[in-house]
């Protein structure tokens, strides 16, 4: 197995015939999936998905993957291929389309609709778009592209197969093997086997679950849990799950006509998705179930279900908005149930049990994953993981999408099963396949571009580092205003704190400290304010984590006067 050292440079021009891989995003994290093919001097683009903050992102909207290292080679990009609807593989891309508008877009029908209704919301003018099926085959420059059917928490995913002069890549995109779906629609493993048949150089496979020992559940099995949810209850039901995930919605709608209950959606991007849904047909609506979501409430509560996003607790979405009783039609009453039908993505924990702790503080029920079976992963576990390295018997294999553990996992799945030469790769290390053999060599820079109101990419992480400081530490400003021509403190210091101690006569310890380091500078010959501003930033410093213990944002005035 090889790693992604510390220590890589750059790598050396790509050897004719030879196809490098260059990891924009989603190996290293759950989200912001992007990766880039390239064979001889064209670009691929594999999914351009979005990350969600953290906690430790204050004030950020989105996180991107960084296109710098492609930034000044778009017009080489034959096109852009989506693998599925979920904003982790399509949420960046109108923010790349605003960098080169006519990149052609290639993905299923569900997918290129999710994506549609995204890019009317960003005003990107109509795009060429090339919808696609399990089965067919479409070439782009050097690439000839073949779709395979695959299952995943989303209808209509594909993986890719990517053939080149350097030989056949096949990239699972996010898939699992449910063997009883509810659209009957299963992974093609025939496929998967006929290309193991023919010769796979390279394997791309998700890595989420890889750490997850066995099969992952079929979606199936939730339906009988929400019927028993749904017999106890005796009030108002509301289902927060993810807006993109029909198969789920369709269960609840399922559950909600069988006990004689209506149905809104509550929450916009649930509103369009299903509408989507519904319009193409990967969601059958029993009539009479829906109403809109204001005239739920002319139905006494045991005939209600609402449907809702926020179940990652997102503070704006709508099931957090209810947690706080701010919600603006929707008031929860003690006695209603609550069922959070989703995951907990790894960093969205405190958010979720904040939400949860905040639902239960106005009596509701709330059924969640930790004490209920209300939720599968759409991710592939080992043992369906296994099953597929066996199948397609790669020659190479390279774990994509997840945290590092999450990819170290699968790749020892895939030298279990005795794939010889497995690559563990993170964003922006270059991996080069090259006489069918599939290498490290080299690394790109590449970073978080964060999304913050209407910037993009102006956010830098030093500002990210001042943000936690200030939230965490809180801030202190000195004052101190010096005789240009004697050097003589002549007014100050005056220090302002704020999320700090707020009581003045904490300070006046440190203020003769100021002076005499101040004095002893200017004896030392120190006389631009910018020196001043440091020796008042040194000693403010020491003493603040001396006395104090703490390290806040210190920002250094000296006047000369
Ligand atoms: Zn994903
Ligand atoms: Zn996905």
Not at 357 to 370: C, E, I, P, Q
Not at 497 to 506: C, I, S, V
Request: glycine fraction near 10%; proline fraction near 5%; charged fraction near 20%.
């Amino acid at each position: 197995m090889s790693h992604p050292h510390l220590d890589l440079s750059a790598p050396a021009p790509l050897p004719a015939g030879g196809l490098r891989v260059i990891p924009l995003g989603g190996l290293g994290e759950v989200g912001r999936n992007m990766t880039v093919f390239e064979y001889d001097g064209r670009l691929l683009i594999v999914d351009c998905g979005v990350l969600f903050p953290e906690d430790h992102h204050p004030g950020v909207d989105l996180i991107l993957p960084d296109f710098d290292p492609i930034r000044d080679r778009l017009d080489a990009v034959e096109a852009l291929v989506l693998t599925h609807g979920h904003e982790d593989h399509i949420g960046a891309t109108p923010y790349l389309l605003r960098e080169r508008g006519d990149i052609p877009l290639v993905g299923s029908r569900l997918t290129l609709a999710l994506l549609g209704s995204k890019l009317r919301e960003h005003r990107l003018k109509e795009t060429a778009q090339y919808e696609v099926a399990e089965g067919q085959t479409i070439t782009f420059g050097p690439f000839v592209l073949e779709f395979v059917a695959v299952n995943h928490s989303i209808p209509d995913a594909l993986a890719v197969v990517i053939r080149t002069g350097a030989g056949v890549v096949l990239h699972t995109g996010d898939f699992k093997m449910d063997q009883l779906p509810l659209d009957g629609r299963i992974t093609d493993l025939n496929e998967f086997a006929r290309l193991g048949d023919e010769g796979v150089d390279l394997f791309l496979t998700d890595s989420t679950n890889a750490e997850v020992p066995g099969f992952t559940t079929s979606e199936k099995e939730i339906g009988p849990v929400l019927d028993r949810v749904f017999a106890k209850s005796e009030q108002r039901i509301i289902v927060a799950c993810f807006a993109s995930h029909m198969h789920r919605v369709q269960q609840v709608l399922d559950a909600a006509v069988a006990h004689g209950r209506k149905v809104a959606y509550v929450g916009r991007s649930m509103v369009r998705n299903m509408a989507i849904a519904q319009d193409l047909g990967y969601l059958t609506v029993p009539p009479g179930v829906m109403v809109e979501a204001k005239e739920l409430g002319d139905y006494p509560p045991h005939k209600q279900v609402l449907i809702s996003t926020g179940s990652q607790g997102e503070p704006l979405a709508a099931l957090s908005r209810m947690s706080q009783n701010n919600h603006h039609f929707v008031h929860l009453e003690p006695g209603d149930t609550v069922v959070l039908a989703s995951s907990l993505i790894p960093g969205n924990e405190n958010a979720v049990y904040r939400v949860i702790n905040g639902l239960s503080r106005l009596g509701a029920n709330v059924v969640h994953k930790g004490n209920s079976l209300v939720h599968v992963s759409g991710h592939a576990s080992a043992g369906e993981l296994l099953y597929c390295y066996n199948i397609v018997k790669p020659r190479n294999v390279m774990p994509v999408h997840g945290e590092i553990r999450h990819m170290r996992a699968n790749a020892d799945l895939a030298c279990a099963t005795g794939v010889e030469n497995v690559v563990l790769a993170e964003d922006g290390v270059v991996v080069d396949l090259v006489d069918g053999v599939a290498k490290i060599v080299g690394k790109v820079d590449v970073g978080y571009v964060f999304v913050d109101g209407t910037t993009i990419g102006d956010i830098s992480e030093a500002s990210m580092k001042d943000r936690r400081i200030l939230g965490e530490e809180g801030f202190l400003s000195v004052i101190v205003v010096v005789d240009s021509v004697t050097g003589k403190v002549v007014s100050g210091p005056e220090i302002h704190a704020r999320g700090f101690a707020e009581e003045e006569a904490t300070f006046d310890e440190v203020k003769p400290l100021i002076i005499e380091a101040l004095n002893a500078s200017i004896a030392d010959g120190a006389t631009d304010s910018y020196q001043l501003q440091q020796v008042v930033r040194r000693v403010v410093g020491r003493w603040v984590n001396r006395a104090h213990r703490r390290r806040p944002m210190i920002i250094p005035v000296v006047i000369e006067a």
